[in-house]
């Protein structure tokens, strides 16, 4: 299997722009997070879906962040507008139903907003 | 309710053995441990979960005790290959209840 794909891995953009990331889990699996990494502030879960459907979307930060899952293997994040604090490594990971309860982790997507 | 990693940062010559804890102050159904090298994903090592018994893989091992919420990775006869960050990920409901709170992560170094 070709692992969680993420795109795009770096992305460089101006406060106030849009700001689309882009992932695909492992098929056959049915959970899916999105997840921000800082410094300061480690891993944190955005939001996570189950079956396409949103679960749990307590992290998310602002209404600035926008998340769906339109069919079991794609899913996006959105960030409207982006501002400098935003910047971050964002993770996507998925898991499956059923056997163990480990995530597989996305290479990554570093966004830089200046 | 983030859980707590001590220590910070080690640094082992291989061989060397080492211990990494993460402490919480919630209940604890379940806690994950990763392994992040520098500038990639971080990596799945092991799960234990509540009333579950200590796993091992290799020479990594990890316990978890349900009554004072804690859990320990053990590193015996350290390799180059095991530096990087540790991350220990809390899950607080059992079931479909897949949130992990994580830890901030302990930085492993292994020099020869």
């Known amino acids: 299997d070709a692992g969680v794909i993420q795109s795009p891995r770096h992305e460089v953009t101006e406060m106030g722009q849009e700001v689309t990331l882009r992932c695909k889990p492992i098929?056959?699996?049915?959970?899916l997070f999105w997840y921000r990494q800082t410094m300061m502030r480690g891993l944190e879960l955005l939001i996570y879906f189950n079956n396409n459907v949103p679960i749990d979307d307590s992290g998310m930060p602002e209404d600035r962040f926008s998340a769906k899952m339109p069919n079991a293997s794609f899913s996006t994040l959105k960030i409207q507008p982006s501002e400098p604090r935003d910047s971050a490594v964002y993770f996507c990971?998925?898991?499956?139903?059923?056997?163990?309860?480990?995530?597989?982790f996305g290479p990554g997507t570093r966004l830089t907003v200046t | 309710q983030q859980p707590v990693q001590s220590p910070q940062a080690v640094i082992l010559r291989e061989g060397e053995d080492a211990v990494i804890n993460c402490s919480s102050s919630?209940?604890?159904?379940?806690v994950h441990w990763y392994r992040q090298k520098h500038g990639e994903a971080p990596v799945f090592l092991m799960i234990?979960?509540?009333g579950g018994e200590q796993k091992g893989h290799d020479k990594i091992s990890a316990s978890f005790n349900e009554k004072k919420q804690q859990s320990s990775l053990y590193l015996t006869a350290s390799q180059l290959s095991y530096s990087g960050t540790y991350f220990c990920?809390?899950?607080?409901?059992?079931?479909?209840?897949?949130?992990?709170?994580w830890g901030l992560g302990t930085s492993l170094a292994v020099n020869p």
């Open positions: 919630k209940a604890l159904y379940s």
């Open positions: 098929s056959g699996h049915d959970y």
């Open positions: 990920g809390t899950g607080l409901g059992a079931g479909n209840n897949r949130k992990l709170i």
């Open positions: 990971a998925s898991s499956p139903v059923r056997g163990g309860l480990e995530q597989y």
């Open positions: 234990l979960l509540k």
